[in-house]
């Protein structure tokens, strides 16, 4: 048992009142004198003791103070079972009996939500095996050993190098993927039917760059792009109102008009001068190339890293999702052991001081209605 609050031992103290009290209110004795006492001599007094009358009374009232200091320092409970020595999981899609053979361990679970013992039927929902590893880490006692039956490819990769606070026996088993990861899309770069023809030049040779697909066609006049489309305004002027709200909305729109004072440079030549201008609006982006679209006028139309700069910021990477299992073995990591959380005890004491509440309360009563 621990206390969360040792300072509201400090409570006991209150122990000399019912202390006090019972010495106050100890039972009268009157003196009655007699005719042979005046012949003992007077310097001879009897010793007088500290008693105590009622002493049962005495020892309910100093348990209830017991019981109530105890309540403000707040007991708490920990699980004093023993923990299992090791624990086995198994990824689903894997031959959770064929790795266990014959053997009667009977701490074998599933890598899926829950961690259900591999005797239930294999979870058919996906789950990222990275994060259920790191919430049974921190579930398990301190001390428990961890095998872990992996995939090879292992899927669900988030980016981030997994950390364990206990050493792993890291066993990966070579399967066949069922399904490549999914493309990136390609985007659809639509210029306006009234821009410039090296506007229009432009654009076809970027959406060249960025894929063999052929160029989209041309928006007609006084025409939105649709969803997920990037546009590229292709006068120097202001965007139209249509085209404000559009990109407020969550669109992407290149310009070549100047950049606003709270656009963040995206692109440097090699000389240093800024190229390229990002800035958020609403939930959309609009990225500004000042100049002309005539890349023999422009040099940030001419540079080699242009093409490559705007489709990193209008369509980042996403992060490796499949990766080689062997190589994302867990790194022990220095982390602080995670232990169950305490059970408090607080239901159990406030009975306990009800129940001797009312057992002093009866004896007292009892003890007022005694004769002298």
Do not use: C, K
Not at 112 to 140: K, V
């Amino acid at each position: 048992m621990n206390l969360l609050f040792p300072l509201g031992l400090a409570a006991l103290a209150a122990w000399l009142l019912p202390l006090l009290i019972h010495l106050a209110r100890r039972h009268p004795y009157t003196p009655l004198d007699f005719a042979a006492l005046r012949w003992l001599r007077t310097q001879i007094r009897p010793r007088q003791r500290i008693r105590f009358d009622d002493w049962p009374l005495l020892l309910v009232r100093l348990l209830l103070l017991a019981a109530l200091a105890l309540l403000l320092a707040r007991p708490v409970l920990s699980d004093g079972a023993p923990s299992p020595s090791t624990w086995t999981v198994v990824a689903p899609g894997l031959d959770a009996g064929a790795l266990r053979g014959s053997s009667e361990d009977g701490r074998w679970h599933w890598l899926a939500p829950g961690f259900p013992s591999i005797d239930q039927p294999a979870p058919s929902t996906p789950a990222p095996l990275p994060s259920l590893l790191r919430e049974l880490d921190a579930q398990l006692p301190a001390g428990t050993a961890l095998t872990v039956h992996v995939p090879d490819p292992l899927p669900g990769l988030d980016g981030a190098r997994l950390q364990l606070s206990r050493p792993v026996q890291w066993q990966p088993h070579a399967v066949v993927p069922t399904h490549a990861q999914a493309s990136v899309p390609a985007l659809r770069l639509r210029v306006s039917a009234d821009a410039p023809a090296s506007a229009r030049q432009w654009v076809g040779a970027l959406q060249r760059a960025w894929s063999t697909q052929p160029a989209s066609a041309e928006l007609p006049a006084n025409t939105l792009p649709a969803r997920g489309e990037i546009a590229a305004w292709g006068r120097t002027s202001a965007l139209p109102a249509g085209w404000q709200a559009w990109l407020r909305a969550g669109g992407s729109v290149i310009t070549a008009a100047a950049p606003a004072p709270q656009a963040s440079v995206l692109l440097r030549s090699a000389e240093g001068a800024p190229l390229l201008w990002q800035q958020r609006v609403g939930r959309g982006r609009l990225l500004s190339l000042p100049g002309e679209w005539n890349a023999a006028h422009n040099s940030a139309l001419r540079d080699a890293r242009l093409p490559q700069a705007l489709l990193l910021a209008l369509q980042p990477p996403a992060p490796p999702r499949l990766g080689n299992a062997q190589d994302q073995a867990p790194q022990q990591a220095v982390l602080p052991a995670m232990t169950p959380a305490p059970r408090e005890l607080p239901p159990w004491l406030l009975l306990a001081i009800v129940l001797l509440f009312a057992l002093e309360r009866g004896m007292a009563s009892r003890m007022a209605r005694r004769p002298a």
